[in-house]
């Protein structure tokens, strides 16, 4: 899969909420949740995620990754020096 650096781009400056995220899927046609969870990885910075076993479910995975995104907590990690 390749990344839409626009979207992904969209992504990290213009969401605070899931309705932000669920709105810049839509605009950039992105469906899949596989495809989201890597847009949303990239636009944190691609960070090395760890997930735990859970369910094993995709929409699983995509919720851990989602609520990671909207914490804001990676956007600390951008400014570091």
Not at 11 to 37: H, N, P, Q, S
Request: aromatic content about 8%.
């Amino acid at each position: 899969m390749d990344i839409n650096k626009k979207a992904a781009g969209a992504l990290r400056v213009g969401c605070v909420t899931i309705a932000d995220v669920d709105e810049t899927f839509k605009t950039y046609g992105i469906t899949e949740l596989r495809d989201k969870i890597e847009h949303l990885i990239y636009a944190m910075g691609s960070p090395v995620v760890f997930m735990v076993p859970g369910d094993g479910k995709i929409e699983s995975e995509y919720a851990t990754i989602l609520a990671a995104f909207l914490s804001g907590d990676w956007k600390a990690d951008q400014t570091a020096v």
